[in-house]
């Protein structure tokens, strides 16, 4: 393992929406780069397809090898409208998407893989890229010592992790100055009193990208159509069709939050220190502090087409290994 690359855990609630699928693409297509690993996904939507079809998508790309954690007693159980289609697809008798054939015995749950990746890291070497609920993560932090570790959740989570890369929350001036329930953004209001927890209680520095940061970088629909072809079937642009009724653009949020762990410095602009807060509707608020572990992304006005150029590039690369 190459310790110059960022080493990243990935906490998605994949099945929701479209962009958490298109976000682990773009981390396989880094870590063939070489430029991030991908140390684990960690499923925090409560629905064991999640996890099946995030092993598919792994597979893919040669890497079944990952291990995937998965929550049973957490929120959002419905299936979504891609996982199943895509995990039931069949072709000549067999499974048309391979998948780890120890499927689902294999799996983990999402807060034992947590602790079980940090315990084997190095300290200060894990960046985690939170893109759904918080549920695992302040599970992680409230957990007790166990067989991967010594420590307690917060202990072991304040060593290991340099950084939460998070998809989360409103941070336009008018959701700021008015707090009001419009502006709950869903990875924090559907799990409001696991977000409060975490970000109130999280030792490392949390990063916020805010809904209005993806919500201006669309993925075009003519690069699904167009930028797969490479692929006998493409399980993620498969994935993407199924979604919605095509053709349409979908808004890139948790794209965002990915890329920012992997690069921090490059892309985006950065507000000042503070610390973020969760009321009960699930708005967030912004504090200014010099002592705060929070800031959030700001959106750079000559960056939009860049980013979507660049977003466009990483989802649809194509795996060198890849047998037409």
């Known amino acids: 393992m190459n310790d110059s690359k960022t080493n990243i855990i990935l906490e998605t609630d994949i099945g929701n929406d479209i962009d958490d699928v ?54 959002c159980a419905y299936d979504g409208k891609f996982m199943r289609p895509i995990i039931d697809a069949m072709a000549g008798g067999c499974c048309k998407y391979p998948r780890n054939p120890e499927s689902p015995a294999c ?24 893109i759904g609920l918080l549920t695992n993560l302040a599970r992680l932090l409230v957990s007790g010592p166990d ?26 001036q ?32 949390i990063v916020f990208s805010g809904w209005e940061i993806g919500t201006r970088i669309l993925y075009p629909v003519e690069s699904i159509l167009n930028d797969f072809k490479w692929a006998d079937s493409h399980p993620g642009a498969e994935a993407y069709k199924i979604f919605k009724p095509m053709p349409y653009d979908r808004p890139l949020w948790d794209l965002t939050s990915a890329l920012y762990a992997v690069f921090p410095d490059i892309y985006f602009g950065l507000s000042g220190r503070g ?13 200014e502090s010099a002592y705060g572990r929070h800031r959030y992304l700001i959106l750079l006005e000559d960056s939009v087409d860049v980013l979507k150029e660049l977003f466009v590039k990483l989802c649809s690369q194509r795996i060198h290994s890849y047998n037409l």
Do not use: W
């Not at 690993?37 to 092993?55: E, P, Q, R």
């Not at 602790?115 to 890229?129: G, M, N, Q, W, Y």
């Not at 959701?175 to 490392?204: G, M």
């Open 174 to 205: 008018e959701a700021l100055a008015t707090a009001d329930s419009s502006f709950a953004e869903f990875n924090i209001v559907e799990d409001v009193q696991s977000a409060k927890y975490f970000i109130r209680n999280c030792p490392s520095e």
């Open 147 to 172: 067989g991967y570790s010594e420590l307690n959740g917060l202990e072991l989570f304040r060593r290991k992790v340099k950084l939460v890369s998070c998809m989360g929350g409103n941070f336009t």
């Open 22 to 75: 298109l976000a682990l693409m773009m981390l396989h297509t880094l870590s063939s780069q070489g430029y991030c690993n991908l140390l684990g996904v960690s499923i925090n939507k409560s629905n064991i397809y999640s996890a099946i079809f995030t092993d598919i998508i792994n597979t893919f790309y040669g890497r079944s090898e990952i291990p995937v954690g998965v929550i049973d007693d957490g929120f």
């Open 275 to 287: 610390v973020v807060d969760v009321n009960e509707d699930g708005v967030t608020t912004f504090k």
């Open 107 to 130: 799996y983990y749950d999402s807060a034992n893989l947590l602790r079980k990746l940090l315990a084997e890291s190095e300290d200060e070497s894990v960046s985690i890229v939170s």
